[in-house]
């Protein structure tokens, strides 16, 4: 068996002779049901001279025993203990570093696995000529459906090779450390560790990556596959998903702060402006989606942690924002709470602040004028010409304000529209709601009454039982619209959804020629968003119902199938 427990003692004599090509880290902590997968990963790639070294940070569950029994069970696989645990990626890794016997190096984390042609796709860029690493294309994979994306695929579209960051500074969005094969001389030439006791680590030991490699090589191939589960429980979540924690915000802006150390002792202050902008772009944007959930105390916390380190950004990080972005951060270094929640609803959606304020011809976000001329710079919407433009892209906002079980597979909702440049006009407006699950819309007309100024609300009931599904049956995500017209024109837009509400789920029973259906009403992900409606066939197929039904379909049995109940749960 293959193990080491203390870094600074040899490997065992059972280690095979042959140098390996390429040592491959694989971190773990309490993860013994994926600790198999992820080893076999590597195991199984078409390069096979590798070594594997197991980096165990201490489990307390049988990661140990199941690590134990893969080294024993394949020559390559080295297993490694750490003596207590170290709370994180880094210790591990850098012990693992220590009895490396590679020129190259990759590393894996436990829950995730690597393609079969990772190792020969990288070394192969490396054998190509002289680098410091070479990086691949990273497929995220949802654990909760399999939907399959690639990370920042912009980044890693084409091959290329770049003599230093400076050639494309964009790639400070990708920072992964497991993305990437190394040069062992690269790494050790600059004393390049992940550092120790801190989170995010990934993001300064990517970024001295960036800045200390004089030349490394982009390939478009997948190199990596990252598993993602977005409704882990909070305790197994990861860092990245922990942020209601404001201990996460500190680590994040805490690592922000190094990597800005870096930049100015490495000559690379130049950089950063790209870096701040990956910053507001990445790190920021993944908590801005979030405000809207946090009270007033934690979103003063929050900006107590964030504002000092915004006021440290370089000026034109923040101007390459889109307006949406601008006005979150202006509102919260402002400390404007209630407006953040209410800005931050819109972003991502091309929707309307519920209110403006006209003053000496120009036109401001919010009610009121802001006082400082940097505030009124960043809230100021006059170029949007709100006022005139077509109405077709007027902008709107739509805001579900209730939503309720109907009956059968019908939910009720409480629209209310507001229309702050007062395009809309005086009086009821007839509305219509737009769904399209299958080859035709499910549509449902009301209307929407007048309550103040540029201000508007109805009730609509949305029958979902009524959809014309396709006769093989419908799964999927759709999001319903609202469509106005005026003076000939529509304007289509969409409704945020209440920001919490629990799942309404409905059955929708067999209908001649169609199987039943599972219908679920919920708000859009973890951001406040849309509304969103799944469909999911149950039971039996509609392929397999077809001959049923020709048989079936008499008047009598379609009339009672249009009035079979559909039951909410």
């Known amino acids: 068996m293959n193990t080491v427990t203390d870094p600074s003692t040899s490997p065992p004599a059972a280690t095979p002779a042959r140098t390996p090509d390429v040592t491959v880290t694989v971190i773990v902590y309490n993860d013994a049901g994926r600790l198999p997968r992820a080893v076999a990963s590597v195991l199984r790639q078409t390069h096979a001279n590798i070594e594997v070294v197991i980096s165990d940070d201490h489990s307390t569950d049988a990661t140990e025993e199941v690590a134990r029994a893969l080294a024993a069970g394949d020559p390559r696989v080295v297993y490694l203990r750490l003596p207590e645990n170290s709370g994180g990626c880094s210790a591990p890794r850098n012990r693992a570093l220590e009895i490396a016997r590679a020129p190259y190096l990759m590393f894996l984390d436990s829950d995730d696995e690597l393609p079969a042609r990772a190792v020969e796709t990288l070394l192969a860029a490396h054998r190509e000529r002289d680098l410091d690493f070479a990086m691949g294309a990273v497929h995220r994979i949802r654990v909760d459906g399999g939907r399959r994306t690639t990370w920042m695929p912009h980044l890693v579209a084409e091959r290329r090779t770049l003599d230093g960051i400076e050639a494309d500074p964009r790639l400070?969005?990708?920072?992964?450390?497991?993305?990437?094969?190394?040069?062992?001389?690269?790494?050790?030439?600059?004393?390049?560790?992940?550092?120790?006791?801190?989170?995010?680590?990934?993001?300064?030991?990517?970024?001295?990556?960036?800045?200390?490699?004089?030349?490394?090589?982009?390939?478009?191939?997948?190199?990596?596959?990252?598993?993602?589960?977005?409704?882990?429980?909070?305790?197994?979540?990861?860092?990245?998903?922990?942020?209601?924690?404001?201990?996460?915000?500190?680590?994040?802006?805490?690592?922000?702060?190094?990597?800005?150390?870096?930049?100015?002792?490495?000559?690379?202050?130049?950089?950063?402006?790209?870096?701040?902008?990956?910053?507001?772009?990445?790190?920021?944007?993944?908590?801005?989606?979030?405000?809207?959930?946090?009270?007033?105390?934690?979103?003063?916390?929050?900006?107590?942690?964030?504002?000092?380190?915004?006021?440290?950004?370089?000026?034109g990080a923040c101007a390459r924002l889109p307006r949406s972005e601008r006005v979150v951060l202006r509102l919260l270094r402002d400390r404007r709470l209630s407006d953040v929640r209410t800005a931050a609803r819109g972003l991502g959606h091309d929707v309307a602040p519920r209110r403006v304020t006209p003053d000496g011809g120009r036109v401001y976000w919010g009610e009121g004028v802001p006082e400082s001329p940097e505030a009124r710079r960043e809230l100021d919407l006059t170029d949007l010409e709100l006022d005139t433009r077509p109405f077709f892209t007027a902008l709107l906002r739509h805001e579900i304000t209730e939503i309720s079980r109907g009956p059968g597979a019908s939910i009720d909702l409480t629209v209310r529209t507001y229309d702050p440049a007062l395009r809309l006009p005086v009086g009821p407006q007839r509305a219509v709601l737009h769904l399209s699950p299958g080859r035709r819309r499910l549509t449902a007309a009301f209307r929407l009454s007048p309550v103040g100024p540029g201000l508007f609300e109805g009730r609509v009931r949305l029958d979902l039982a009524a959809a014309r599904l396709p006769l093989q049956g419908f799964e999927g995500v759709r999001h319903p619209v609202l469509r106005l017209r005026h003076q000939g024109r529509t304007h289509t837009g969409i409704l945020l959804a209440p920001l919490e509400f629990p799942p309404l789920t409905a059955r929708v029973p067999y209908r001649a020629g169609l199987t039943p259906h599972q219908v679920t009403a919920r708000p859009e992900g973890h951001n406040p968003g849309r509304l969103q409606i799944t469909w999911r066939p149950v039971g039996g197929t509609a392929t397999d119902l077809r001959p049923v039904a020709r048989r079936l379909s008499t008047p009598r049995t379609r009339r009672a199938a249009r009035l079979a109940a559909n039951i909410w749960h």
């Open 172 to 315: 400070f969005f990708e920072h992964l450390s497991t993305s990437k094969m190394y040069a062992r001389s690269f790494l050790d030439r600059h004393g390049l560790r992940f550092p120790e006791g801190i989170h995010y680590e990934d993001q300064l030991f990517s970024a001295q990556a960036y800045c200390l490699a004089k030349t490394f090589t982009v390939v478009p191939e997948p190199v990596y596959r990252w598993y993602i589960a977005p409704y882990a429980a909070s305790d197994a979540a990861s860092i990245s998903n922990q942020r209601h924690k404001l201990t996460n915000v500190r680590d994040r802006v805490h690592v922000q702060r190094l990597i800005d150390v870096f930049l100015a002792e490495s000559g690379h202050e130049a950089l950063r402006e790209d870096k701040d902008f990956k910053f507001l772009k990445h790190d920021f944007r993944m908590y801005a989606g979030d405000l809207p959930y946090r009270d007033d105390a934690w979103l003063a916390s929050f900006a107590d942690l964030v504002v000092p380190y915004l006021d440290t950004l370089a000026d």
